[in-house]
């Protein structure tokens, strides 16, 4: 059972600097702003360049040279389109799936040992830090 949203969810990754992860399954070439882009695919079906600069703010072709980066890493895997062949999605590589998914179990932990006011109280929290770094751009765009 999900205890905070999907949208929560996303938030408390998107906001804390993923020293799991970080250490356990990425190396110290792998930047905060690679680990957004990485957090931003791994929630977004179908997601395509296009759809992360919006997101983002940025242009395509910014995107294009991070998501590049991170697929000579081997963090992401492009795939074409079999209905549009013009269209290219983008998706975790394998190892990285792995990686979110022991991420998201250990998470879902933390989430289960915390009682109903804990939880609410934590969701409130991440909620706030979110709507502020939003508003400010922060999120996506650290350097503004």
Known sequence: MRLLSTGSMLELRMIRARPAVS???LDSSVSYKDVLYLDMISEIPDCTVSRLAELASVTKPTVTVRVNGLVEKGLVVKERS???GRVTFLRLSEEMER???WEEEVLQEILDAMDEDERRAAG???DRISERMMR???LLNPER
């Open 82 to 84: 079999s209905e549009d």
């Open 99 to 101: 990686a979110y998914e």
């Open 136 to 138: 400010s751009g922060e």
């Open 23 to 25: 250490g356990r399954f």
């Open 124 to 126: 409130e929290l991440f």
